[in-house]
């Protein structure tokens, strides 16, 4: 069974730039969350989403927002890029929603390595 | 609102030698506890939870760890360390686990020496 699967790995942008992450989860799963890791704020979260509505947000600007597919695929969208948006994002899916007992494990994703310049 | 505080920023450790990681977190209802591990370059993989039950709970690659509620600790041991433990361990709490959200403590990069 593939995991998590972001795109793309690595990018470089500069600043007021906008970006889009891409993120498949692992087949089946519902839910997707995305966080920010960087090394001064260590991982904070974003947002979760769960049958193509948002259900949890996180402390960040309107600047980041994300949405969900039919087929559970998520992208997040950071819009006029900052130098401190440069960070690792990572994006988690889960059993969330789906039958059997739910052991709140979330599976990531290598992540995605934005640059702003 | 939940916090999590890992007490110590980086453990070095010989080879083969004990280590335990803190980790304490602040809550005013029931959480449910995790251990992730991040190797460079990848992302966050399980390494055991607390959701119920008994208190000392077992993980992958030989990690443990027990809840003790009333020091509300979470810390996480291994009796013989490898090299390949080298990585950063991150200790993280949810208030559901039905949800996405975790509280993260901020890492302990474990360092195993030969």
């Known amino acids: 069974k593939a995991g998590v699967t972001q795109t793309p790995r690595y990018l470089i942008k500069t600043r007021g730039q906008q970006v889009t992450l891409s993120c498949s989860p692992i087949?089946?799963?519902?839910?997707v969350s995305w966080y920010q890791q960087t090394p001064g704020q260590g991982l904070q979260f974003l947002f979760e989403y769960f049958s193509e509505t948002q259900r949890n947000k996180g402390n960040f600007p309107g600047r980041f927002s994300g949405r969900q597919f039919s087929n559970s695929r998520s992208e997040m969208n950071v819009s006029t890029l900052e130098l401190g948006d440069s960070a690792l994002y990572l994006c988690?899916?889960?059993?969330?929603?789906?039958?059997?007992?739910?052991?709140?494990?979330?599976?990531f994703g290598e992540g995605s390595r934005l640059t702003v310049l | 609102a939940q916090s999590v505080t890992q007490l110590d920023s980086q453990v070095p450790v010989f080879e083969e030698a004990p280590v335990e990681l803190r980790c304490n977190y602040s809550s005013s209802v029931s959480v449910y506890l995790f251990w992730y591990v991040q190797y460079p370059n990848q992302g966050l993989q399980l390494l055991l939870k607390y959701l119920s039950g008994s208190t000392l709970v077992k993980g992958i690659n030989g990690f443990e760890a027990e809840f003790n509620k009333s020091q509300t600790s979470f810390h996480l041991r291994k009796p013989s360390v490898h090299i390949s433990d080298t990585a950063e361990y991150f200790c993280a709490v949810s208030i559901s686990s039905n949800t996405g959200k975790l509280i993260f403590g901020q890492g302990t990069t474990l360092q195993v020496k030969p």
């Open positions: 087949s089946g799963h519902r839910s």
């Open positions: 988690a899916s889960s059993t969330k929603g789906l039958a059997g007992p739910n052991t709140g494990e979330l599976f």
